[in-house]
């Protein structure tokens, strides 16, 4: 019986891609690019002046991202739950529950980031707007202190996700310079 050559294993339809399918592909890393630039404007609408136009911009900005990162969020757990690519575990016992662990905790966290970010906005004074085409009307009245507490607890969380992130990035490169098993290349496109 004959084998099939290496070079062929690769796009043989017998042998499984070890990648994700593509748009789990795509959804991871717009996930990415959504969360870095909601953060990167958070930091730098501090060095506009209160009630400048500069400032209320970027402020816009991060809403509207913010509702595109709840729909991205919306699509990826959709597709996760039905036809994207399910790969078998890079890791047994401890290294795989932390692993689902830290990728369930994100969701959580970015889940509980998104809403807690609608809430704040609805409780201020400023509309929910998206990218100045339309605006969610708020269901509540104006309450400066809700607002408040709702926005440092984003704060917050906003922090939790980047460390959280960051050590699912440095897994990853682990993974892929230390251990050479493949698992980064598994989200790369």
């Known amino acids: 019986m004959d084998r099939v050559p290496a070079a062929l294993q690769e796009t043989s339809p017998i042998t499984p891609d070890p990648r994700y399918d593509r748009v789990t592909i795509a959804l991871h890393w717009l996930t990415v690019l959504l969360v870095v630039t909601l953060w990167l404007l958070a930091q730098v609408?501090?060095?506009a002046p209160k009630g400048s136009a500069a400032r209320h911009a970027m402020q816009a900005l991060h809403v509207s991202f913010g509702?595109?990162?709840?729909?991205?969020?919306?699509?990826?757990?959709?597709?996760?739950?039905?036809?994207?690519?399910r790969l078998p575990p890079a890791d047994a016992g401890l290294l795989q529950m932390a692993a689902k662990a830290v990728h369930w905790?994100?969701?959580?966290?970015?889940?509980?980031?998104a809403g807690l970010g609608v809430f704040g906005r609805w409780f201020s004074k400023d509309p929910l707007a998206f990218f100045w085409l339309f605006a969610i009307p708020s269901p509540f009245a104006r309450d400066k202190a809700l607002e408040d507490g709702l926005i440092s607890i984003h704060d917050t969380i906003a922090t939790i996700i980047l460390i959280v992130a960051g050590l699912h990035a440095a897994a990853a490169l682990w993974h892929h310079y230390v251990r050479r098993d493949g698992v980064l290349r598994r989200m790369l496109p």
């Open 67 to 85: 509702l595109v990162l709840v729909a991205t969020l919306t699509l990826r757990v959709v597709w996760r739950a039905g036809p994207g690519r």
């Open 45 to 47: 609408w501090d060095l």
């Open 105 to 113: 905790g994100l969701y959580a966290l970015l889940g509980a980031q």
